[in-house]
């Protein structure tokens, strides 16, 4: 099947980082699609993305000078996880995965998804990706995976917080936020939407942030100096919860397809000290997904 119309594929040759992350990197955010003709993609998905199959993201991981993978479950195939579970189970114990799952999700299925090594699942509340789910729905999915130990990954976008606040903070896990929060850059660090997550993140130590996606925020475009200010002040101040990854294969981009070398080399902007860089990039996604 054709890709959507205006879809952007990913960045056909990326060029190498003259950043060189440290021993043990992990890429704590990407995805695989497909492919298709394996893994079809869902009939309720909101776009058709190009295949950005397991093997296509292993010789980026390799490329850009990682070690590990976190894969995340995309909307594109919504709560179908073959494709996912498929990539972890390639990976020869080198990703942990994502999921994202249904009420109608068996007690058998978690647990061989729990072997595969998922270690997490997906609540999306960006309304233009995924039909509203009912958060009694989300309550009782979150208290059964909490069983497994796993954790939950929250996307939204920043002006939605205050609606979502209180569910949030009521989970019983440890709860990951995707991208920032997804910043409006042009309000700045210190407009009150982003202080008021910078105070959810302060009071709630069960609170994870992913300093990802300075190419979805950015209105300057590359290098992201537009948007360095709110990843560092995340890694500033909540240096021991704050992960990194690439956002690869880059779904539903409005512009060019990102150099995921440029991505790499934006890491010591926003983690300038090599104790930082050893935070975000080893010690936190090991501690997340593998301890």
Request: with cysteine; glycine share 6%; charged share 25%.
């Amino acid at each position: 099947m054709p890709m959507s119309p205006g879809y952007i594929p990913f960045h056909p040759n990326p060029s190498k980082p003259k950043y060189k992350p440290p021993a043990g990197a992990v890429d704590a955010h990407c995805h695989v699609f497909g492919p298709e003709s394996k893994f079809p993609y869902a009939a309720e998905r909101k776009y058709t993305p190009c295949d950005a199959p397991k093997e296509k993201l292993f010789a980026l991981r390799d490329f850009l000078g990682f070690d590990k993978n976190v894969i995340v479950q995309a909307s594109c195939h919504s709560r179908d996880n073959r494709a996912m579970v498929d990539a972890l189970d390639a990976s020869k114990g080198r990703a942990k995965g994502v999921a994202f799952v249904g009420e109608e999700v068996t007690d058998d299925s978690l647990k061989g998804m729990n072997r595969a090594g998922v270690r997490g699942v997906r609540f999306n509340f960006i309304k233009r990706l995924v039909e509203f789910t009912p958060r009694d729905v989300l309550q009782r999915l979150a208290a059964r995976v909490h069983k497994l130990g796993w954790h939950i990954v929250v996307y939204f976008e920043m002006p939605d917080l205050p609606e979502l606040e209180d569910f949030f903070t009521a989970l019983p896990t440890i709860v990951v936020v995707d991208h920032m929060g997804t910043p409006d850059v042009k309000k700045g660090v210190d407009h009150p939407e982003n202080q008021r997550f910078h105070k959810l993140l302060d009071k709630h130590k069960n609170f994870w942030v992913k300093a990802t996606c300075p190419e979805r925020m950015s209105v300057a475009g590359p290098p992201y100096d537009d948007v360095v200010p709110f990843g560092r002040a995340l890694v500033e101040r909540f240096g021991d919860r704050v992960i990194w990854g690439t956002d690869w294969p880059h779904p539903n981009m409005k512009r060019a397809a990102p150099d995921d070398g440029l991505l790499v080399d934006y890491i010591p902007r926003i983690a300038p000290a090599a104790a930082a860089q050893q935070a975000m990039l080893v010690d936190n996604p090991m501690r997340l997904y593998w301890s």
